[in-house]
């Protein structure tokens, strides 16, 4: 059971440092909210096999993920039905999203994706941690894209 299990105090506007790599390996969560400041957020995620984060766009706001284990194939594109930018992704990649960009990463290999993100200003609320895309999907917080 991962420790971010039900409750994390997500540690924004305040200095904090971890082993990003470490807590991102070790997150068995869907998506946990670690630090939240007033124009950056980290999050660290594992997709399960088969699943993704789901098809999104945000607005006014880029976005950076590492893989740091599975594989998996993201996707881009100006619009939810024209993603022409597909490239398949892996441990130490790096995968830069442009705000109001429609993007989707999909788990392809045959192990949970672990990955972290960083948004440029935050995207969820702070603290929050969905145990799985179930979760996240119902969160009345998240936003509709």
Not at 22 to 43: C, D, H, I
Not at 53 to 72: P, V
Not at 127 to 140: F, L, M, R, S, Y
Request: charge should be negative; include cysteine; hydrophobic fraction near 35%.
């Amino acid at each position: 059971m991962s420790q971010y299990a039900g409750v994390f105090d997500d540690q924004g506007n305040k200095p904090y440092v971890i082993d990003i790599e470490k807590e991102t390996l070790e997150n068995t969560n869907f998506r946990t909210t670690m630090w939240t400041g007033s124009k950056l957020q980290m999050t660290v995620m594992e997709i399960p096999v088969g699943d993704s984060i789901g098809l999104e766009a945000h607005e006014g706001i880029d976005q950076f993920l590492r893989i740091e284990a599975g594989k998996g194939l993201c996707q881009m594109g100006e619009s939810a039905d024209n993603l022409d930018f597909e490239v398949e992704v892996e441990d130490d990649d790096a995968i830069f999203v442009p705000a109001d960009m429609w993007h989707n990463v999909t788990n392809i290999g045959d192990e949970p994706l672990k990955l972290y993100t960083i948004y440029a200003g935050p995207d969820h609320v702070a603290g929050t941690v969905h145990q799985t895309k179930a979760d996240a999907e119902a969160d009345p917080n998240e936003h509709d894209h």
